[in-house]
């Protein structure tokens, strides 16, 4: 069921943002694949579109999330 956040999940919403958007200042890539969170170190696909699964480092699943996919 859908629900409006309350400010204890919207400020941990942003403390898990904050924490991703350091790891990309860091110079590693973040894909998201439907529901798992991946930490790549080079892009997810090669410039003619194919999977590059192989740069994946860690993934984490992500209750409700969605994106894009290999």
Same mark, same amino acid.
């Given at each position: 069921? #859908?629900?409006? /956040?309350?400010?204890?999940?919207?400020?941990?919403?942003?403390?898990? !943002?904050?924490? *991703?958007?350091? *790891? @990309?200042?860091? &110079?590693?890539? *973040?894909?998201?694949?439907?529901?798992? #969170?991946? *930490? #790549?170190?080079?892009? /997810? =696909?090669?410039? %003619? @579109? #194919?999977?590059?699964?192989? =740069?994946?480092?860690? %993934? !984490?699943?992500?209750? &409700?999330?969605?994106? @894009?996919?290999?």
């Amino acid at each position: 069921m #859908m629900r409006e /956040p309350t400010e204890k999940e919207v400020a941990k919403f942003k403390r898990a !943002c904050k924490a *991703l958007n350091e *790891l @990309g200042k860091e &110079g590693f890539r *973040l894909y998201l694949a439907d529901d798992t #969170m991946n *930490l #790549m170190i080079a892009a /997810p =696909h090669s410039h %003619s @579109g #194919m999977k590059q699964s192989e =740069h994946v480092r860690e %993934s !984490c699943h992500i209750s &409700g999330a969605s994106g @894009g996919d290999w």
